[in-house]
């Protein structure tokens, strides 16, 4: 066994980090990777060989697009999320700050 996984593992593990910030992609490889490795060896005490037990560990893995979508969903949902809280708070400030500025016309006062 070589000490790198192969190309189509590479490969998957590529695809299902490709909607995903670059740092969280790192991560995100690291650990399916051993996820990936560990299943591969399962496979291989089944008696599958190598070639057999990585492709047996990436069908188990489930399709690409689809993993892709759900990283995607867990690490960009939250960072959207805060950019529109971000932009609702800077727009409520800015509109906050703009209603002052602007001189208000004094109430009418009833004469009694």
Do not use: K
């Not at 995100?28 to 299943?39: F, I, K, T």
């Not at 400030?93 to 209603?99: C, F, I, K, N, V």
């Amino acid at each position: 066994m070589s000490g790198e996984p192969p190309r189509a593992v590479r490969a998957y593990l590529r695809r299902v980090t490709c909607l995903i910030p670059p740092r969280a992609a790192w991560v995100v490889r690291a650990e399916l990777l051993g996820h990936l490795h560990l299943d591969m060896l399962n496979a291989r005490l089944r008696g599958l060989d190598e070639a057999q037990a990585w492709a047996q560990a990436l069908r188990d893995a489930g399709p690409a697009p689809l993993t892709a979508l759900r990283f995607a969903r867990t690490y960009t949902l939250g960072l959207a999320l805060r950019w529109l809280l971000a932009a609702g708070l800077l727009g409520g400030a800015a509109y906050a700050l703009g209603s002052h500025s602007t001189p208000h016309a004094p109430a009418a006062q009833v004469g009694r």
